[in-house]
């Protein structure tokens, strides 16, 4: 079992910046690529950042790549997600998650979920 708990959102102006962060309980923290989804009011989950267990590699969506950086620190057991230059549309929900298996661009990949943080971005 992992536990998930993200923070760091809130609410910000279009061009301006926030660092999320997802703090995980359990020792194995390193064992587990982790990802990044986000929700907006009325769409579907969608993938966002990951990271393997090394932070050897990570994967973003297209809409966020060269705004957002996902990283680890893995004497912390936690993952972040800096996001910069942010748009009105990356308005949403932002779930951490740890990969269980599968492809790492789908939820259904991932077994252990947070409990999301909001992100508000205004024009």
């Known amino acids: 079992q992992v536990q998930l708990v993200e923070s760091g959102g809130g609410l910000v102006q279009a061009g301006g910046s926030l660092r999320l962060s997802c703090a995980a309980s359990?020792?194995?923290?390193?064992?587990?690529?982790m990802g990044w989804f986000r929700q907006a009011p009325g769409k579907e989950r969608e993938f966002v950042a990951a990271i393997t267990g090394n932070g050897g590699s990570t994967y973003y969506a297209d809409s966020v790549k060269a705004r957002f950086t996902i990283s680890r620190s893995n004497t912390k057991n936690t993952v972040y997600l800096q996001m910069n230059s942010l748009k009105p549309e990356d308005t949403a929900i932002y779930y951490c998650?740890?990969?269980?298996?599968?492809?790492?661009?789908?939820?259904?990949?991932?077994?252990?979920w947070g409990q999301g943080t909001q992100v508000t971005v205004s024009s």
């Open positions: 359990r020792r194995t923290f390193s064992r587990f690529t």
């Open positions: 998650a740890a990969f269980t298996g599968g492809d790492v661009y789908y939820d259904h990949s991932y077994g252990y």
